[in-house]
């Protein structure tokens, strides 16, 4: 398994393009699965989640063509099983956004319970009653969720807690139902929207998706469209983030700063200088040490949880001291004993860490234990003295494309080597 070595002490500086967003393109392939004739997915990142998803469909007897592009073509005329097996959902959680379009198009799924995590416990019930109340019949057997319909219903579902994925699953679910479904209390995150979007090209009759309460009345067919995956806004913020906290500039382009709004206000708080245009945001710390920043998260439009970690490191050097508040995941700071072996100064209490900034962090081996965790660790040997080994870097490879690549084109140095 490779590693990651960081050399840390260098000021970022220079420009970056950013790649089509990895949480709108999962459920935006889950919901190929929903038509009929074959859908093009452009601006689709490279990542291990992806080629995950491709391996998923693929199993199913989908056909995917990739082009020089790096689109991809997928066509379910092939389809031939409705099965999402263990060993691929236990490597990405994001499996779980074919049950609803394989229930509602072809009227059963046979999907792998989701295992552990490491950001939370992550159950998916939300996803599970809000099928039920379409009349679908579940059963847990072995380890797999066994879906079946003859036709889902449309129903008014009020989601218990806000949930991404199951938002699009029971958006998905509801584009072929019979009759109307609503559903409140709906993740209102950009990708929701991005997926709803795409599902309209389709054919779907969707409105209010990217507000908390959504309506899908139900179609009998769904058809091919060409769409454009938008920009990953927490790979933006991500690198925005790593230029605060090396005192350097970064400009990310192909992005969209309307996405961004509550982590540009926190980078202007720090102290960043911060200028945007249509889509491309510029961060430019003039070489200053960030001040703390208290970050609280929670879903959008608030702070992402996606982009705690990142901040947390933000805070680890700045001046000052700050609280980093995580309500979203229940136990997203497994980078903070991480961050502790660089010389961080921070106390955990509860759902809250406090952090006590300090001057500078020294290198060390380190350990990825999740995709945001894995990108604060790099951000935090940029800015450490001396080699920061970061090992288990396959999380980094499922939600970033080419991070040592496009660190080095802003002045970073990051080698990936065997371990
Ligand atoms: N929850 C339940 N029951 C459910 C579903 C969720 O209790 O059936 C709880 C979760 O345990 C959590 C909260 O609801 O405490 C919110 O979780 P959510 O379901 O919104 O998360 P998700 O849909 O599984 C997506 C992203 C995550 C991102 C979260 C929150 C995708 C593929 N994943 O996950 O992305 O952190 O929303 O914004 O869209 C990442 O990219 O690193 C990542 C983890």
Request: proline residues 4%; contains cysteine; charged residues 20%.
């Amino acid at each position: 398994m490779d590693k990651l070595i960081v050399t840390g002490g260098c000021r970022l500086d220079g420009e970056i393009r950013i790649s089509g967003a990895k949480n709108a393109a999962l459920p935006i392939m889950a919901a190929t699965l929903l038509a009929d004739e074959p859908i093009t997915v452009c601006n689709v990142p490279h990542l291990h989640d992806v080629t995950t998803t491709m391996e998923l469909l693929g199993r199913m007897g989908v056909s995917l063509v990739v082009d020089e592009f790096l689109n991809i073509e997928v066509d379910t005329s092939t389809i031939n099983n409705f099965y999402a097996p263990y060993e691929l959902v236990k490597t990405m959680r994001a499996s779980i956004l074919v049950l609803g379009p394989l229930l509602t198009r072809f009227g059963e799924a046979h999907v792998s319970m989701p295992g552990g995590c490491a950001i939370g416990q992550r159950p998916v019930d939300i996803h599970l009653d809000g099928l039920k109340a379409m009349g679908a019949d579940i059963q847990v057997e072995n380890g797999y969720i066994i879906a079946r319909a003859d036709r889902l219903k449309g129903a008014h579902i009020v989601l218990e807690t806000i949930s991404v994925t199951a938002t699009e699953n029971l958006m998905m679910a509801a584009t072929l139902a019979d009759g109307e479904t609503v559903i409140e209390n709906a993740a209102q995150e950009p990708e929701v929207a991005d997926v709803a979007k795409c599902l309209i090209a389709m054919g779907a009759k969707i409105t209010g998706a990217g507000t908390s309460r959504i309506v899908v009345e139900g179609v009998s067919r769904l058809g091919g469209t060409r769409h454009r995956i938008l920009p990953d806004r927490i790979e933006t913020g991500t690198y925005l983030v790593a230029g605060a906290v090396t005192g350097g500039r970064v400009k990310a382009r192909d992005t969209d700063p309307k996405l961004l709004e509550v982590v540009l206000q926190k980078l202007r708080d720090a102290g960043a200088k911060v200028e945007c245009g249509e889509d491309w945001i510029e961060v430019d710390m003039e070489g200053r040490r960030p001040q703390a920043v208290n970050i609280h998260t929670a879903p959008y439009p608030a702070l992402p949880t996606d982009m705690q970690a990142q901040f947390m490191v933000l805070n680890t050097i700045a001046e000052g001291s700050s609280t980093v508040t995580e309500t979203v995941f229940e136990n997203r700071f497994m980078h903070v004993q991480e961050l502790l072996r660089l010389g961080a100064n921070i106390t955990l209490e509860g759902n809250t860490a406090l952090v006590k900034g300090v001057e500078s962090l020294q290198g060390a081996p380190v350990m990825a234990t999740d995709l945001r965790a894995s990108a604060s660790l790099v951000l935090a040997g940029l800015v450490a003295t001396g080699e920061t080994h970061i090992s288990r870097i396959y999380h980094i490879d499922r939600g970033y494309e080419c991070i040592e690549e496009k660190l080095e084109l802003l002045g970073g140095n990051v080698k990936r080597v065997p371990a």
